[in-house]
């Protein structure tokens, strides 16, 4: 905010929404939603802040884009609650997301490092024991069959038919490509972002859009990390302001 608070000073919610960019509307919502402590009243019923709630504002607004509003919500609302370990808990997983996210990515940029060019005209030969079905293939990677028809129909995988039985049979650069599609549908890209990619690995020397859309996910998962870090400061901030609040509180009571 603008100007340094004094210990008890009241802030009406114009204030407190100001120093932010946000609306009154924005602050009672957070209030009624738990991710504010509840404010003071005056005798006419007007709504009171202090610097408290300054804190828990700038704790919220700092978790939100390394955890998304969701979780950032649900983590002020334990506090709030007095349940801090179950705001630790999500806490936990949202870091676990990003270890798991961090982990795709990496096998991602294994995948590409494995992958040999192919031209259109190279047709896939392969015999009996050099192919897979769809079910075992769908199966292996925790994924339907039916996911696998999805990716053929919009060009990511090109099977060929067995001609006695006309079932699929997944070659070894088939499976490659399904594996590659597979991990960047975890990473959050669409069919239609990943098609074009795909199209580039088949064709020699064609991995350069691959890569820079790898090097955007790296961008990305280091501005989350550093992003939960300063959530994590401010959060900080705001425990020990409660806890010198309290510890006050009883101070007085006795």
Same mark, same amino acid.
Not at 230 to 253: H, I
């Given at each position: 905010?603008?100007?340094?608070?004094?210990?008890?000073?009241? +802030?009406?919610?114009?204030? +407190?929404?100001?120093?932010?960019?946000?609306?009154?509307?924005?602050?009672?919502? @957070?209030?009624?939603?738990?991710?504010?402590?509840?404010?003071?009243?005056?005798?006419?019923? @007007?709504?009171?802040?202090?610097?408290?709630?300054?804190?828990?504002?700038?704790?919220?607004?700092?978790?939100?884009?390394?955890?998304?509003?969701?979780? #950032?919500?649900?983590?002020?609302?334990?506090?709030?609650?007095? #349940?801090?370990?179950?705001?630790?808990?999500?806490?936990?997983?949202?870091?676990?997301?990003?270890?798991?996210?961090?982990?795709?990515?990496?096998?991602?940029?294994?995948?590409?490092?494995?992958?040999?060019?192919?031209?259109?005209?190279?047709?896939?030969?392969?015999?009996?024991?050099?192919?897979?079905?769809?079910?075992? +293939?769908?199966?292996?990677?925790?994924?339907?069959?039916?996911?696998?028809?999805?990716?053929?129909?919009?060009?990511?995988?090109?099977?060929?038919?067995?001609?006695?039985?006309? @079932?699929?049979?997944?070659?070894?650069?088939? $499976?490659?490509? $399904?594996? +590659?599609?597979?991990?960047?549908?975890?990473?959050?890209?669409?069919?239609?972002?990943?098609?074009?990619?795909?199209?580039? $690995?088949?064709?020699?020397?064609?991995?350069?859009?691959?890569?820079?859309?790898?090097?955007?996910?790296?961008?990305?998962?280091?501005?989350?990390?550093?992003?939960?870090?300063?959530?994590?400061?401010?959060?900080?901030? @705001?425990?020990?302001?409660?806890?010198?609040?309290?510890?006050?509180?009883?101070?007085?009571?006795?």
């Amino acid at each position: 905010m603008g100007r340094n608070l004094q210990s008890g000073e009241r +802030l009406r919610p114009v204030d +407190l929404a100001r120093g932010h960019g946000l609306s009154t509307q924005a602050i009672r919502n @957070y209030e009624e939603a738990g991710i504010l402590p509840a404010a003071g009243r005056t005798p006419h019923g @007007y709504r009171t802040y202090t610097s408290l709630h300054v804190v828990a504002l700038r704790a919220f607004l700092a978790l939100v884009p390394g955890h998304g509003h969701r979780t #950032a919500a649900s983590v002020m609302r334990a506090v709030n609650q007095g #349940a801090v370990d179950e705001a630790f808990r999500l806490i936990d997983e949202s870091h676990a997301q990003l270890l798991d996210d961090r982990r795709t990515l990496q096998a991602v940029e294994s995948a590409l490092h494995d992958l040999e060019p192919t031209t259109a005209s190279e047709p896939a030969e392969v015999s009996g024991p050099g192919g897979t079905f769809i079910g075992p +293939l769908a199966g292996n990677l925790g994924i339907r069959p039916a996911t696998l028809r999805k990716w053929e129909r919009a060009g990511l995988v090109r099977p060929r038919r067995d001609p006695r039985t006309g @079932y699929r049979v997944y070659d070894e650069a088939d $499976v490659r490509d $399904v594996r +590659l599609v597979h991990q960047l549908r975890r990473g959050g890209y669409l069919l239609e972002q990943i098609a074009p990619l795909i199209a580039q $690995v088949r064709a020699a020397g064609g991995l350069e859009p691959l890569e820079a859309a790898l090097s955007d996910w790296h961008g990305r998962l280091s501005a989350r990390g550093r992003a939960m870090l300063a959530g994590a400061a401010e959060l900080e901030a @705001y425990l020990r302001r409660r806890g010198r609040d309290s510890a006050s509180d009883d101070g007085v009571e006795g």
